[in-house]
């Protein structure tokens, strides 16, 4: 007897378990391919800004964590080949407000100085509202009419993130792939 409710209660347990990843693997994304750019509040180093596309270039967005050795990484790539990037917006936002306070920008120089290039803080909670799950680093690229044409969860090669650009843009937008 007491076997049959142990071996019923994991099948229980199990059933439960899958039915939750089901459930979890039919919701809709938050922002799928093709979706138009959100129109989100960030805290810039000393203004509020509204993320909104820009209509002579990509868009580039990245969430960190600065604690992440990921995002990291990232950034370091994104200021070491900094020079394939400028003809994009890039916005880089994260949660952690001290990481504007402590001036965090400025251990990637690139980038830190650069015009086309926005630091900013937005809360957790309002970043997943509007792009979904919060796993970092989150990459997503819009283009000029402000619909996203490509996003990416994790680590990735900026040789990616330049094919990507280069071949969903018309040819005054694409931007050098030379090492």
């Known amino acids: 007897m007491l076997k049959r409710i ?13 039915s939750y990843f089901v459930i979890q693997a039919l919701k809709p994304e938050k922002l799928p391919i093709g979706s138009k750019m959100p129109e989100v509040v960030y805290q ?11 209509d002579s270039t990509f868009t580039f967005i990245m969430y960190f964590d600065q604690n992440c050795k990921h995002c990291r990484y990232m950034l370091k790539v994104l200021n070491k080949f900094y020079d394939k990037l400028q003809n994009i917006q890039l916005v880089l936002l994260t949660y952690d407000e001290r990481f ?3 001036n965090g920008p400025r251990f990637w120089a690139n980038l830190s100085g650069a015009p086309n290039v926005s630091w900013g803080t937005i809360k957790r909670k309002y970043y997943s509202q509007h792009f979904g799950r919060i796993v970092t680093p989150s990459l997503f690229i819009f283009d000029q009419t402000g619909h996203l044409i490509w996003k990416r969860k994790g680590e ?5 993130i330049v094919e990507v650009i280069n071949h969903s843009g018309d ?4 931007i050098r792939s030379d090492k």
Do not use: D, Q, Y
């Not at 142990?6 to 899958?18: A, E, K, R």
């Not at 810039?44 to 596309?53: D, G, R, V």
């Not at 040819?171 to 694409?174: F, L």
């Open 171 to 174: 040819p005054e937008h694409r």
């Open 6 to 18: 142990i071996s019923g209660s994991v099948i229980f347990f199990m059933l439960c378990i899958m």
């Open 156 to 160: 990735i090669r900026i040789e990616k």
């Open 100 to 102: 504007m306070e402590t």
């Open 44 to 54: 810039a180093l000393n203004e509020k800004k509204i993320l909104t596309p820009n």
